[in-house]
Nanobody, 122 residues
Framework: QVQLVESGGGLVQAGNSLRLSCTTSGRTLSSYAMGWFRQAPGKEREFVAV???????TDYADSVKGRFTISRENAKNVYLQMNSLRPEDTAVYCCAAGTYGSNLRDGGVKYWGQGTQVTVSS
């Protein structure tokens, strides 16, 4: 079992930055694809970013490409650096662990965190 805990959310003004963290107290994350998803009020959950392996390739939703960066550290931590935030980035952001090597866009998530709220004011 993998338990994921997110932190780092908050209220920021548009144009500012936040760094989200996802950590586990159980098994290491090195054997999982790790990603971030978000869900805004009244909308479906959407893919944000993924790092399918411990190092190397990353993939992003078009809406965040060039502004957000996913990274992994110490086999137990995953981060999402969010720059140039916009009001439309407001959502609950969830960390996800899935099948190693999977893109996670279309499935493959095995574990979800509870989420952290990000609110961007205009």
């Amino acid at each position: 079992q993998v338990q994921l805990v997110e932190s780092g959310g908050g209220l920021v003004q548009a144009g500012n930055s936040l760094r989200l963290s996802c950590t586990t107290s159980g098994r290491t994350l090195s054997s999982y694809a790790m990603g971030w998803f978000r869900q805004a009020p009244g909308k479906e959950r959407e893919f944000v970013a993924v790092m399918p392996r411990s190092v190397g390739v990353t993939d992003y939703a078009d809406s965040v490409k060039g502004r957000f960066t996913i990274s992994r550290e110490n086999a137990k931590n995953v981060y999402l650096q969010m720059n140039s935030l916009r009001p439309e980035d407001t959502a609950v952001y969830c960390c996800a662990a899935g099948t190693y090597g999977s893109n996670l866009r279309d499935g493959g998530v095995k574990y979800w965190g509870q989420g952290t709220q990000v609110t961007v004011s205009s």
